[in-house]
Every structure is written in C-alpha cells, then in structure tokens.
C-alpha cells in the first residue's frame, strides 16, 4: 500500500478569507492528507496585540468544515517547530512572503521534510479583512 504524503500549514486562521482558502487548497494539492496547526487564543492575545475574532473552538470548527482538511491542532508556542516534530510531515508548507529560510526551515531540513512556499493571493489578508469581519459581525447581532 502506498503511503499517503503528509502535508502540514499553520497559522491563525482568525477568520477564513479567500487568501487562506487558495493556501489551503495549495497546501493539499501538494500531498494526500493536510494537518493544520492554529496558533492558541493567547498566543493572537501575546502577538498580534488584539484578541480573537473567533475563539479556538470556532476556528477548528471553521476550519473541519472544510474537507479538505484532516484534523486541526492548536498550538501555544510562538512558532510551530514543535508543531512539526510532534507531526513530522513530508511536506511543510508556508506563504512565500516568510521565504526560504523561514523559522521552521533548519527544523525541516533536520527531519528529512519539504518546505513549500504558497503565493500569496492579491491583498488579502486577516488584519485587512478584520475591520470588515466585526462590522458584519456586530450587524448580525
């Protein structure tokens, strides 16, 4: 039986727009299986400044919603190389905007893994489509 090819992204998924949906759909089309990593709440809370749209529950959720997606993993690190060695995937795959030696690149290269740069698709992006996202949210209340 041939092996299914392991394909891993990360990020925080704060609210699905179509750029993460064209990085999602590329991160699978490189493999058989996609694992998602999404950054804890307060990890958002410690880096980005701001606290979530959504919480971590409504994130996995969105994101399963998807069936392209296998399972999702939170993870509270401020970067996912523990992410990657508890998954050991074949195939790493991150927005071309981090480049080739991306944080996760040495930790790859150690554990026999590809990294995949994504292209980024237009302008979008979480913190332009945020403003939007809660005015649309506060509408629906």
Same mark, same amino acid.
């Given at each position: ?10 990020? +925080?998924?704060?609210? *699905? %727009?179509?750029?993460?949906?064209? /990085?999602?759909? /590329? ?8 694992? !998602?990593?999404? &950054? ?12 979530? /749209? /959504? ?9 399963? &919603? ?21 998954? %050991? ?12 030696? +991306? ?12 990294? !995949? ?18 005015? *649309? ?5």
């Amino acid at each position: 039986m041939k092996s299914k090819i392991k394909v891993t992204c990360n990020g +925080c998924f704060d609210g *699905l %727009h179509p750029g993460q949906l064209f /990085f999602l759909g /590329f991160a699978l089309s490189k493999g058989d299986r996609l694992v !998602v990593g999404i &950054n804890s709440g307060d990890y958002i809370k410690r880096v980005k400044k701001r606290d979530p /749209f /959504f919480t971590e529950k409504e994130r996995i959720e969105m994101l399963m &919603n998807l069936e392209i997606i296998e399972r999702v993993e939170i993870f509270n690190e401020d970067t996912p190389i523990e992410f990657l060695l508890r998954e %050991h995937p074949d195939i790493h795959c991150n927005g071309e905007e981090y480049g080739e030696n +991306c944080i996760e690149a040495e930790t790859l290269k150690k554990m026999g893994s590809q990294l !995949v740069l994504i292209p980024r698709l237009g302008k979008w992006s979480t913190g332009k489509c945020g403003k939007k996202m809660i005015e *649309l949210l506060m509408d629906a209340q």
